[in-house]
Each structure stands twice: as structure tokens, then as C-alpha cells.
């Protein structure tokens, strides 16, 4: 049993990445390819890499994807930087492969890494906020992913600003809307700053146009975790993407407003890894 391995799937907006992991999480070979403009095109890329990363003793298959998930029929919900709800993913992949295939959110794929070898190792009740393009999030409650009745945990749709900008949600003002890598390269767009300019950038300076931008990227997430902490009461909240650090970093010039919600905010430490090894990890904890 213990030289079962899985592969874990990562479907991000620039890149697809697979692996093959071991039942502890480490990677055993890995192989990626550029994210394809078509979902036809990502679902041939997801064969090829699945492909790539096989072996004898994959014994399941993890696929995380940037759109909402139900959970009890795998089926892929429209939205997302890659639009997968129309061909039938899981299912097919699984007749293809042999092996039972799982599929989820992201967003929950980085919190099962995050929780069991990361950040959140040890704790029960997490929140996860990934913080790249758009903002994805997860929530775990007594060790346990909050599920909802199929879909739960789209946490940078949480509203921060009631009459703000258009969310691609339908909405006004989401967390998303303000605190993602998009919005900063606004936020810096509207300072009159380079778009070359990067948060680690602002973060060093020390002049009011750079304070001035990290203040209007990072408020919003301190009142969204904020709002966040009020519902879900998390031992800790970890922020992953590839702008988790960054905004882990800005959030120390931002204190909490209420002392009524105790946390802690940490990094994620499994690093661009997260996707993979938590399909991964993800896919052996479905297996009856
Ligand atoms: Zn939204």
C-alpha cells in the first residue's frame, strides 16, 4: 500500500503542471506545459502530461482546475481563467486512465498541501486565499474541507466595498476585485508607476506613492480575512499564488481593526508545488 503514488494535476491560466507523488507528498517526476487557449486544447495537454508522469503504481489521478467544483459529481462549473465546464473532464479521464479520477477546486487542491505538509500542518480550521490572477480560496473546518451543498469556497467573491468595480461574478466590490495581481497592476497603472514595477518593489521603498499602493491593494483583504475570520473563526489563515508572500508581507503595515477575531496569517510554504501535491495528496484521501 505504501508504494502508492497519484498524480496530481494543476490547471493554472499560464501554466499546466503534473506530477507523480508519493502518499507523504513527494514529487517523483513532474512535467508542464504553457496553458493552452482552448479548453479542447487543455483537456489534450492534461492526457499528454497525465501521460508523461504515469506509472505502474499510480494507483489515482488529482486534477485541480480554476473554477468552481462540485464536489459529490465532479462537475466543473462555469468561470475561471480556463473555462472547463463543457467537456466532461472527470469522467472521461477516468475511463481513459483506469483509475479513479478526482476533481476539485484549486483553491482547495493548495489548502490539503497547505494543511498536511505546509503552513497549516497540525491545524484543524484553515482558510486558504491564493492570491494571483483572481483570488481562489478553501476552507477547512475540523480537519475537514467546507464543502457546501457542491461548491463552497469561492472566498475572493466575499464583497470588500459594496458600491466597487465589476466582479466577473456579477457583483459589485468583491475581494477579487481589489486584492488579486490584476487589481495591484491597477493600482500601480493608476499611480502613474511602471507596470514593471513588482510588490517585493513597493514592498522595499519607502516613499508615500509606493505605501500608497500597497495600502489600496491590501486593506481590502485585511477587512476580507477580517470578515472571514468573523464566520469561519480559523486557527490560521495561509495566503498562497504567487503573490501569497507579498501580500502576507503588506498585510504587517495593515493591522487588524477588531480585536475581537484572533488569527494568524502565514505563507505557504509548498511553494508553486502546492497545485500538484495537493491533487495529489487530494486524489489518496477519495480513494474508498
Ligand atoms: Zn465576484
Redesign the pocket.
Given at each position: 500500500m505504501s508504494a502508492r503514488e497519484a498524480i496530481g494535476v494543476d490547471v493554472g491560466g499560464t501554466t499546466i503542471k503534473a506530477a507523480r507523488v508519493s502518499a507523504a507528498g513527494v514529487i517523483i517526476a513532474q512535467a508542464s506545459q504553457a496553458t493552452a487557449k482552448t479548453p479542447t486544447d487543455v483537456l489534450a495537454q492534461i492526457d499528454a502530461l497525465i501521460a508523461a508522469c504515469d506509472h505502474a503504481r499510480v494507483a489515482c489521478i488529482g486534477i485541480g482546475v480554476p473554477s468552481p467544483v462540485d464536489f459529490r459529481t465532479a462537475r466543473i462549473f462555469p468561470g475561471g481563467y480556463v473555462d472547463l465546464s463543457g467537456p466532461p473532464l472527470t469522467g472521461r479521464l477516468s475511463r481513459t486512465n483506469g483509475r479513479p479520477v478526482f476533481t476539485d477546486n484549486d483553491g482547495t487542491m493548495a489548502l490539503v498541501a497547505e494543511a498536511r505538509l505546509g503552513a497549516a500542518k497540525g491545524s484543524a480550521n484553515v482558510v486558504m486565499l491564493t492570491i494571483g490572477t483572481g483570488i481562489g480560496g478553501a476552507a477547512m473546518l475540523g480537519g475537514k474541507i467546507v464543502q457546501g451543498k457542491a461548491s463552497a469556497g469561492q472566498l475572493?467573491?466575499i464583497t470588500v466595498a459594496y458600491d466597487g468595480l465589476d466582479?466577473?461574478?456579477?457583483?459589485l466590490g468583491?475581494l477579487?476585485?481589489l486584492s488579486s495581481g490584476t487589481a495591484l497592476g491597477r493600482h500601480i497603472a493608476n499611480a502613474g508607476l511602471p507596470a514593471t514595477v513588482t510588490a517585493e518593489e513597493l514592498l522595499s521603498r519607502n516613499d508615500a506613492q509606493s505605501r500608497g499602493v500597497i495600502e489600496r491593494w491590501i486593506q481590502p483583504l485585511r477587512s476580507g480575512i477580517e470578515s472571514l475570520a468573523a464566520t469561519l473563526d480559523p486557527e490560521i489563515v495561509v495566503l498562497g499564488g504567487g503573490l501569497g508572500k507579498a501580500a502576507c508581507t503588506a498585510l504587517a503595515s495593515v493591522p487588524p481593526k477588531s480585536t475581537w477575531f484572533q488569527y494568524r496569517v502565514a505563507p505557504a510554504i509548498c511553494g508553486s508545488e502546492a497545485g500538484v501535491i495537493g491533487a495529489g495528496l487530494a486524489a489518496f484521501e477519495r480513494l474508498p
Open positions: 475572493g467573491h466582479c466577473a461574478c456579477g457583483r468583491c477579487e476585485t
